[in-house]
Structure formats: C-alpha cells, structure tokens
C-alpha cells in the first residue's frame, strides 16, 4: 500500500504542481515544488525496489525510513512552496537524513546477493 500510495501521490502532486499551480508560485516556489516532487518520485521508486528486494529487519528499516523522508522532505518542500512559515525549513534536513538511513539500509539488505 505504501509503494502505491508514494508513486501515485507523486504523480498527482507533479501534475497539481505543473497545472493548477503555475502562475501561482513565484519561482522559488515552483524550484521546491520541483525538488519536493523529483525526491518524492525517486524515493517512491527506492521503496518499490527495496519491497521486492529488500529482506528482514533491515528492508523493513529502508522502507520505513524512505516513507518517512518523503513525508519530512518532500512534505516539508510541498508546505514551503505553498507559503508555510520559514521554520518548516527545519524539517526539510530530517527527512534527507532519512532517506540517507533508507539507502544505507537498503544496501544493507543487498550485501548478501551479491556475495
């Protein structure tokens, strides 16, 4: 269900992003949309391989932390674009930390596949 739900919601959101809010947001707004919808995309992407490759407690740690940085990352980008406070920005950085935590753990997972 969280693999379907990331790829979806990151079409959705690119798509929202390129239709309803062009002419909306300046140009920064539109950069972090963009960088919010890339991360969210090719994260969506990491979590479909580490649920078909991805075994035991350290699959499970991959997709718990890449779900957690779109939702920090991405999320945090998509609520700056849109005009949130500035201190959301503080967030942006727990999310790349999570998706760092999400690769380490997935290359984890696949040491022993390749030995």
């Known amino acids: 269900m969280l693999v379907g739900t990331a790829g979806a919601s990151a ?24 960088t919010a919808v890339n991360y969210h995309a090719w994260h969506a992407l990491a979590l479909v391989m580490t649920a ?3 075994r035991g407690r350290s699959g499970r740690t991959a997709l718990f932390a890449f779900g957690t940085g779109i939702v920090l990352f991405s999320g945090s980008l998509y609520a700056l ?11 942006t950085p ?11 753990a997935l ?3 696949l040491r022993w596949r390749n030995e």
Do not use: K, N, Q
């Open 11 to 34: 079409v959705l959101l690119g798509a929202f992003g390129a239709h309803a809010l062009r002419g909306v947001l300046d140009g920064r707004g539109m950069e972090l949309w963009h």
């Open 94 to 104: 727990l999310g790349g930390l999570a998706f760092v935590l999400g690769w380490l």
């Open 81 to 91: 674009a849109l005009g949130a406070p500035r201190w959301v920005g503080i967030i």
């Open 52 to 54: 078909a490759l991805g």
């Open 107 to 109: 290359g984890w997972t």
